[in-house]
């Protein structure tokens, strides 16, 4: 008859050991799959992320050129003074106002994701910015030229710690853009997204000092104001008074 000469401790050794191989094998593996996972996520960060640049230059590029398009078109209006032309400006300017709120969305969306590209983003804003101030100017001449019956305001809007009501002031301007369409253009400006000095001339022309503010033409309305207040101001700018106007402007001269 043959003996085991293996003791208990020597088999829970030995079996302990194999446990412990086992463990680290696991945790490589672990390892490894966790890298390359970080890895892959990293890889289509960088893809997106590009992705995403290149798809808010192009639409800028488009509305660069769509903006010489109009600027053309208001340089052959002053040129001639032909007023038969003004609506076909005005649908221009219109539609690419309309273009360049999208694009607004799109870029304050992609740079609060943004991680690796953040100048980038911050370059686009800037131009987007540029573009906004152009579109005033064009907006305020055209108006001159062909008496159109509209109203320009410029916000003026700060971050969350300077302006903890700059939100509920978009709200309340987004609400009127809805009620007034067409007749109201709308042109507002982050001073804390870029450092643009465009902006701050605009901030020293209309003294703007704190946030929110609100230029209506070229009357000063600072600090937070809600629809009862502002809709009754914007109205009383019209030459004739828009449908979406008679029950504030009635409003407002019985209180």
């Not at 010489?68 to 078109?73: F, G, I, V, Y």
């Not at 969305?105 to 980038?120: C, G, H, N, P, Q």
């Amino acid at each position: 008859m043959v003996f085991s000469t293996t003791s208990s401790d020597e088999r829970n050794n030995s079996g302990n050991m194999e446990k412990r191989y086992i463990s680290k094998e696991i945790y490589v593996i672990a390892l490894i799959a966790t890298t390359g996972i970080f890895l892959l996520g990293l890889l289509l960060g960088l893809v997106m992320e590009n992705a995403r640049t290149q798809y808010v230059e192009s639409k800028y590029l488009e509305q660069e050129l769509d903006f010489r398009s109009s600027q053309l078109q208001y340089e052959y209006l002053n040129l001639l003074e032909q007023k038969e032309n003004c609506p076909a400006i005005y649908e221009t300017l219109y539609t690419n106002l309309e273009d360049l709120e999208k694009t607004r969305v799109r870029i304050e969306t992609y740079s609060d994701d943004a991680t690796l590209a953040k100048d980038d983003f911050e370059l686009l804003e800037r131009e987007y910015l540029l573009a906004e101030v152009r579109y005033w100017l064009l907006a305020n001449r055209a108006k001159e030229i062909c008496d159109h019956d509209i109203v320009t305001l410029l916000s003026f809007s700060s971050d969350e710690e300077e302006c903890p009501t700059c939100d509920e002031q978009s709200f309340v301007l987004s609400y009127m853009k809805k009620e007034l369409g067409e007749k109201l253009l709308i042109f507002s400006f982050n001073v804390k997204t870029v450092d643009e000095p465009m902006i701050e001339i605009l901030k020293t022309a209309y003294n703007i000092t704190t946030y929110p503010s609100i230029v209506v033409n070229d009357d000063l309305y600072v600090a937070l104001h809600d629809v009862n207040v502002l809709m009754p101001v914007v109205c009383q700018e019209y030459e004739e008074t828009p449908e979406a106007c008679v029950r504030w402007i009635s409003n407002s001269t019985t209180q």
